[in-house]
C-alpha cells in the first residue's frame, strides 16, 4: 500500500524566504502527483499536477519537481507572502488498484510579515 | 471553471440522527469521492463512486453508506450519526482515466455530533 510522508509537518518563516515542501512515496508506479492547498477550515485547492512523464511544472511562484524513480516530490515557493500560509498536501495517484491517490498529512506553513 | 458544491459549510447534529450530506459537481464528471479528516490522520477515502449507481468502499465505509443517482450528484448518508463521526468531510471529483485527470474539491462540510 503506497504511502506518502511530508516533510516539515510544520514550517513558520518569515515573509520572503524561498521554501522547499518535500513529499516523499513509497511506491513509484504512479501516473500523476497533485499538490493541493488547504486553508483552515476549508476545501482543497488543486495547485500543479505533474504527470509521471514530467520533471517538473511550474504556476507563478510555484514549482513543483518530480523523481518518480527516488519517490520523491518537491515544491519550491519562491518569494514567500503572508498569504501562502496554509496546509500544503501532496497526493500520488497510483497505476494500479483503484487508481484513487493516496494523501500525505501536509506541511502546514505559516509566513509571518 | 470546475465547481464542486457541498450544501452546507457547518451541520450540528444530534446522535442517532439520519444526517445526508450532498455534494454536487458541474463538469460531468464520472468519478465522485467522499473523504473525512481529522487532525493527525490526514484523509481518509469513505467512499468513492465510478458512474452512476455505482459504489465502492473506500478504507473507512463503516456507519456510513452513499448514493449516486444522477451523474452530477453524490450523497453520503449516516444512518445514525455517532460522535464519533464529528469530522470535517470533503467531497471530489475527477474524469475517468487512470492517466491523468486531476481531483477537484468541494469547500468541506464541518459535521458535529452532540
Known amino acids: 500500500k503506497q504511502e506518502v510522508t511530508q516533510i516539515p509537518a510544520a514550517l513558520s518563516v518569515p515573509e520572503g524566504e524561498n521554501l522547499v515542501l518535500n513529499c516523499s512515496f513509497t511506491?513509484?508506479?504512479?501516473?500523476?502527483l497533485q499538490w493541493f492547498r488547504q486553508d483552515p477550515g476549508k476545501g482543497l485547492t488543486s495547485l500543479l499536477l505533474i504527470q509521471s512523464s514530467q520533471r517538473e511544472q511550474t504556476s507563478g511562484r510555484l514549482n513543483a519537481s518530480l523523481d518518480k524513480s527516488s519517490g520523491r516530490s518537491t515544491l519550491y515557493i519562491a518569494a514567500s507572502q503572508p498569504g501562502d500560509s496554509a496546509t500544503y498536501l501532496c497526493?500520488?495517484?497510483?497505476?494500479?488498484?483503484?487508481?484513487?491517490?493516496?494523501f500525505g498529512r501536509g506541511t502546514s506553513l505559516i509566513v509571518h510579515p | 471553471d470546475v465547481k464542486v458544491t457541498q450544501s452546507s459549510r457547518y451541520l450540528v447534529k444530534r446522535t442517532g440522527e439520519k444526517v445526508f450530506l450532498e455534494c454536487v459537481q458541474d463538469m460531468d464528471h464520472e468519478n465522485m469521492f467522499w473523504y473525512r479528516q481529522d487532525p493527525g490522520l490526514g484523509l481518509r477515502l469513505i467512499y468513492f463512486s465510478y458512474d452512476v449507481k455505482m459504489k465502492e468502499k473506500g478504507d473507512i465505509p463503516e456507519g456510513y453508506s452513499v448514493s449516486r443517482e444522477k451523474k452530477e450528484r453524490f450523497s453520503l448518508i449516516l444512518e445514525s450519526a455517532s460522535t464519533n463521526q464529528t469530522s470535517m468531510y470533503l467531497c471530489?471529483?475527477?474524469?475517468?482515466?487512470?492517466?491523468?485527470?486531476?481531483?477537484?474539491f468541494g469547500n468541506g462540510t464541518r459535521l458535529t455530533v452532540t
Open positions: 497526493a500520488p495517484k497510483p497505476k494500479g488498484g483503484s487508481y484513487i491517490p493516496t
Open positions: 471530489a471529483s475527477s474524469l475517468t482515466g487512470p492517466g491523468g485527470p486531476p481531483l477537484h
Open positions: 511506491d513509484s508506479a504512479i501516473y500523476n
